[in-house]
């Protein structure tokens, strides 16, 4: 819940960085050892984490929209037109 609670409230990037850092030491002081795992690979990758409290926003949207075009690609087992197979996902997902 506390890390839940980072991105709840937290208004910048340098309030959630601390509070990462917070909650990484918590871990630490309790020694569970798989929040400890999660805490070091979040701090880990911490500025590309820190960058949604920038705009609060994701890049969901165009994961799901790559993951369509990948299964778009499976149904026809491979490309092997690109421009029709361009032509063909302009049709169905613009």
């Known amino acids: 819940m ?13 309030e959630a960085e601390q509070r990462f850092f917070e909650w990484s030491d918590k ?10 795992t999660a805490a070091e690979s979040i701090l880990n990758h911490k500025e590309t984490i820190l960058n949604f409290f920038i705009n609060r ?9 790559n993951s369509k075009i990948k299964a778009f690609r499976a149904v026809f087992r491979g490309v092997t037109d ?13």
Request: charged share 20%; no cysteine.
């Open 27 to 36: 871990m630490k002081e309790k020694n569970f050892p798989s929040f400890i």
């Open 57 to 65: 926003t994701t890049n969901a949207l165009a994961e799901n929209f």
């Open 2 to 14: 506390m890390f839940r609670n980072i991105y709840e409230t937290s208004k910048s990037k340098i």
């Open 82 to 94: 690109i421009d029709f197979f361009l032509y063909r996902v302009s049709l169905i997902f613009a």
